[in-house]
């Protein structure tokens, strides 16, 4: 899986800037061990330290695919990465280097979709593309309960949060819907999905001000 985001990264990374964060769920994810006697702080901050130990692994299959990076964290890791400073992390996007953005907010009870809509708006990003391998955009209900349920081809941020449609926390929504940023959902698994989508093609769902439409 490393190795297909790492692809497609690629390929999008020589149409225009990008600055990745990575999770850590696959690893350590807070709320589940929080549920084996682990507090929910110290689980938040072990799931940050899991998305260093990703954010390292991309590093290292970019790089072995020719692509400068540089990984930048919310913790002090100074020994294998930088520590996140907006002016510093611009000025790399701007010599064309893919930033790996890791330790989410630096904050226990904050998810890194969270993060990656305070990032966004700190380096003023144009978009904010959330990339999954389940589905292929938001749709009205659970399309893995429901089958037939619809997708939408455009969404509002405020029908996100009303609908309950959780494809990202309220909070990173709504910090989304404040900058007035635009994120798109799409399948990461379709391939070329990433670079399609910075062209401008059609893919997944734009989540914005705009009304709803369903596809």
Avoid: W
């Avoid at 929910?40 to 954010?55: F, K, P, Q, R, S």
Wanted: charged share 25%.
């Amino acid at each position: 899986m490393t190795r297909l985001m790492a692809k497609e990264i690629v390929a999008a990374s020589k149409a225009a800037q990008c600055g990745v964060v990575v999770g850590g769920g696959n690893l350590v994810r807070g709320s589940e061990i929080a549920k084996h006697g682990v507090q929910e702080v110290t689980g938040d901050y072990m799931g940050m330290l899991a998305t260093v130990i990703n954010a390292l692994a991309l590093q290292d299959v970019l790089e072995s695919l020719g692509v400068e990076t540089r990984v930048m964290t919310a913790l002090q890791i100074q020994q294998v990465a930088e520590p996140f400073i907006r002016r510093r992390a611009i000025r790399h996007l701007e010599k064309g280097r893919v930033v790996i953005l890791a330790a989410g907010t630096g904050n226990p009870h904050f998810t890194t979709d969270t993060a990656a809509a305070l990032k966004g708006a700190e380096i003023k990003a144009d978009v904010l593309l959330k990339a999954t391998t389940k589905v292929d955009g938001v749709y009205e209900a659970d399309p893995l309960k429901h089958p037939e349920a619809k997708r939408y081809q455009r969404v509002s941020y405020l029908d996100v949060i009303k609908q309950g449609l959780r494809i990202m926390d309220v909070t990173a929504i709504s910090m989304c819907m404040e900058e007035k940023l635009p994120i798109i959902v799409f399948n990461l698994k379709q391939r070329g999905s990433l670079a399609r989508v910075i062209r401008g093609e059609p893919l997944g769902t734009l989540i914005s001000e705009a009304s709803t439409v369903a596809a």
